[in-house]
């Protein structure tokens, strides 16, 4: 495994790789890996000929008051990982080699990212396009997998590549799950040891919903109060940022879940802010 910090470098490997007829599959990662981001790299791997990790930091995704210089990282762990799962190449950049000082160009998809977690972080979505684009463009791409957590960013990225006409692939992966159901998560080592035993109760509140959908409730006010209650019994630690029902693919909120309906939510514990989602189906 090859591991680059240039961006320059990891295009004329890319366009090495191309010329000689091998397609590419990259996995985009902020590192700090757990078994979430090893399934997206075990997947890419079977999907091209040549596979691309990238691990940044990526400023520009954290709002002035995030967790940016506190974000856990471990890059020599992560590369022994990458390496063992077959990546071909780890690009890691400085943040100086993606963001000139001046930089001034963005990649927007606004009214997807206005809802759900764009709420409470108006600029999240607008630094993950774009460096997203800047990493589809440095690797060539011929196909690019994100997680399910993130469900918000992989609709947003859908529309972006469908919208640029973007030569490249999206496959995305099921959330992977600790045992007790807490979706995984790089910040959830923030939780304390009371808060961790609680956050399992996120996902019982969202499996509520969903047996409450398959019973027959259709109304989104009484689906999403039933989960509240839930939170308010068992997540006493964790403050709702929201909790909402949209359309899996335009993120328009819902009244009623008789068609395609994804319930989102992000909820704060401590230094954590956890996000989870689980569709609904009639
Ligand atoms: O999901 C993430 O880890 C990040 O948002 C991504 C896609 C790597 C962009 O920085």
Redesign the pocket.
């Given at each position: 495994m090859q591991i680059l910090t240039s961006p320059q470098e990891l295009a004329a490997l890319c366009r090495q790789w191309h010329t000689a007829g091998d397609d590419i599959a990259l996995v985009?990662?902020?590192g700090y890996y757990h078994a979430g981001h090893m399934d997206l790299m075990r997947h890419a791997r079977g999907l091209a000929r040549r596979m691309v990790v990238?691990l940044?930091v990526?400023p520009a995704?954290f709002g002035p008051d995030e967790d940016l210089a506190a974000y856990p990282r471990d890059a020599e762990r992560d590369a022994t990982i990458a390496r063992e799962l077959g990546a071909d190449a780890l690009f890691m950049p400085e943040p100086g080699s993606m963001y000139a000082a001046d930089h001034a160009t963005w990649v927007e998809v606004p009214e997807l990212a206005r809802g759900l977690c764009g709420q409470s972080r108006p600029i999240h979505f607008r630094?993950?396009c774009t460096?997203?684009l800047k990493?589809f463009m440095l690797s060539q791409a011929d196909v690019a997998v994100?997680?399910q957590k993130?469900w918000q960013?992989q609709a947003i990225?859908r529309r972006m590549v469908r919208d640029l006409n973007l030569p490249v692939r999206i496959e995305s992966r099921p959330t992977v799950r600790e045992e007790d159901g807490l979706a995984l998560s790089s910040r959830n080592v923030y939780l304390s040891p009371e808060e961790r035993a609680q956050a399992p109760h996120i996902q019982q509140g969202l499996l509520l919903a969903r047996s409450l959908v398959e019973g027959g409730e259709n109304r989104v006010p009484v689906i999403r109060d039933a989960v509240l209650a839930h939170w308010v019994r068992h997540l006493p630690l964790g403050r709702l940022d929201y909790l909402s029902i949209v359309h899996p693919q335009t993120l328009a909120a819902l009244d009623t879940t008789d068609g395609p309906a994804l319930m989102a939510c992000a909820v704060r514990m401590g230094k954590a802010r956890l996000i989870d989602n689980i569709l609904l189906r009639p």
């Open positions: 985009p990662t902020m990238s940044f990526n995704q630094g993950v460096v997203v990493l994100f997680g993130d960013q990225i």
